[in-house]
């Protein structure tokens, strides 16, 4: 299958002291998603936000929201992040004690699981759980801070995700997260990503509108 490209501004790049209006800038512009990175100080070194700020931006957001956690044992936090307002709600692999649990969890309280791993993961972690997630997040930097520099060795795995999806027949969505801009964004769509998270370039652009119409038409050169 071939589904246009979407794009999902980072709010972890965004200007917190003006959060609403970063909002409804990126909606304006034509962000497809937003993006919100939760970051617990273990599962890796920084702290950044929970639920109460995921719940401050859905009463002023109009898009779906896209919440990854990089947060140990994040299924205590299922229930919390679904009252918040998260529509995905991504876990990473290594996380989990019990991935499937987990995925099971987030499903069961309506919002749509996503899975995502480490760089230094291979890829084959994630493949037991595909058949059980609307998304499959790849990171192209190590998580945990952003205006990391895109590592381009992360492609197989965008690779594998698209090639499986097609010969399988999984419904998951790709998304690709880390150094994110206008040179690396085109080789990570023809690899096989379909959602493509941006927060530095996005909330640093001259003309946001602009940048996410040049990603919305990387969708029609992709050849794969």
């Known amino acids: 299958m071939n589904r246009p490209v979407r794009v999902a501004p980072s709010l972890l790049s965004a ?5 609403e209006d970063s ?9 497809d998603l937003l993006h919100l990175d939760v970051m617990d100080g273990r599962f890796v070194p920084n702290i950044s936000f929970g639920p109460v700020v995921v719940e401050a931006v859905n009463r002023v957001a109009t898009l779906p929201l896209d919440v990854h956690l990089m947060i140990e044992e994040p299924i205590r936090y299922v229930d919390a992040f679904a009252d918040a ?4 709600l991504t876990v990473h692999v290594e996380a989990c004690e019990d991935v ?27 493949e037991p759980y595909l058949a059980t997630v609307d998304l499959v997040l790849v ?3 190590e998580p945990g801070f952003g205006g990391q520099a895109y590592l381009s060795g992360q492609e197989a795995k965008l690779l594998r ?3 499986l999806q097609s010969a399988s027949g999984f419904d998951y969505v790709i998304e690709v997260d880390g150094g994110i801009g206008p040179e690396t964004a085109p080789s990570a ?9 941006a927060g530095s370039a996005l909330f ?15 969708g029609g050169a992709r050849t794969r």
Do not use: K
Request: glycine share 10%; net charge negative.
């Open 15 to 19: 200007d917190f002291t003006r959060l």
């Open 23 to 31: 909002v409804r800038a990126a909606e304006r512009a034509g962000a």
């Open 85 to 88: 307002g998260a529509d995905y």
């Open 100 to 126: 499937a649990a987990t995925l099971e969890a987030v499903r069961d309280r309506g919002m749509r699981p996503g899975i995502t791993l480490r760089p230094g993961t291979p890829f084959s972690d994630l």
């Open 139 to 141: 990171m192209t930097v």
């Open 161 to 163: 995700a698209r090639d």
């Open 189 to 197: 769509v023809a690899a096989g990503a379909e959602i493509l998270v």
């Open 204 to 218: 640093g652009a001259d003309d946001l509108a602009g940048l996410i119409r040049d990603f919305h038409a990387l």
